[in-house]
């Protein structure tokens, strides 16, 4: 039996996903978690040949869930699922050690063959990751130096969210998001806000 774990906050990407996966492999065994804490919680907990992950999940940051599995069961499979395009998020899921990264407006067959692919010790990369980890197709981006934090905060702020928003969505102090905005200022060389929203839209980094 194949048993999968699904970790999502969206109960009704949770259910599409299901209803395709049980179409797809028989006999299967369908987890569900919709928050990262229970996420990371029963991918540690209990046995299973795939993980399919959202890395965008409300208070955590987006690549948290993916390394804390990752740091205790290296041998897990995990394929990201996510709203982002592969330009914002392939890369650095694939650096903290995804299986593969797929977006969700993609073909049933290609999610199955993926997942499949996984399960079988690949790694999964489709074209349009490849673009993104081409020799110099955006390795030499500013961004790409900042940490994990700090790239969610630039993609957040270039957005139009204030410090006090961003502090209240994640569940940090003002303080601490504060010290994430002056730390991309710094490493971007920037001075402002709107400098910083610039550099987002034109960079497709924009938060949704």
Do not use: C
């Not at 997942?115 to 489709?126: A, P, Q, S």
Request: hydrophobic residues 45%; aromatic residues 4%.
């Amino acid at each position: 039996m194949t048993r999968i774990l699904l970790i999502d906050d969206h109960p009704i990407v949770r259910l599409g996903v299901r209803r395709i996966l049980m179409d797809h492999f028989n006999p299967v065994f369908i987890g569900e978690a919709g928050d990262a804490e229970g996420g990371v919680a029963q991918a540690l907990g209990e046995e299973w040949d795939v993980v399919v992950l959202d890395i965008t999940m409300p208070g955590a940051v987006g690549l948290d869930v993916l390394k804390q599995i990752r740091e205790q069961r290296s041998e897990l499979p995990i394929l990201v699922l996510s709203i982002h395009p592969a330009n914002q998020f392939a890369r650095r899921a694939l650096a903290a050690g995804a299986s593969g990264y797929l977006t969700k407006d993609t073909a049933t067959s290609e999610l199955v063959g993926a997942i499949e692919e996984v399960r079988r010790g690949r790694r999964y990369v489709n074209d349009a990751v490849k673009a993104t980890m081409a020799p110099g197709a955006r390795a030499l981006a500013t961004h790409e130096a900042l940490s994990d934090r700090e790239y969610q905060a630039l993609r957040m702020l270039g957005s139009g969210r204030t410090v006090s928003e961003i502090s209240e969505e994640l569940g940090l102090s003002v303080k601490t998001v504060s010290t994430y905005r002056a730390r991309v200022l710094q490493k971007l060389g920037m001075r402002t806000n709107a400098e910083l929203m610039r550099y987002a839209m034109e960079n497709g980094l924009l938060d949704s």
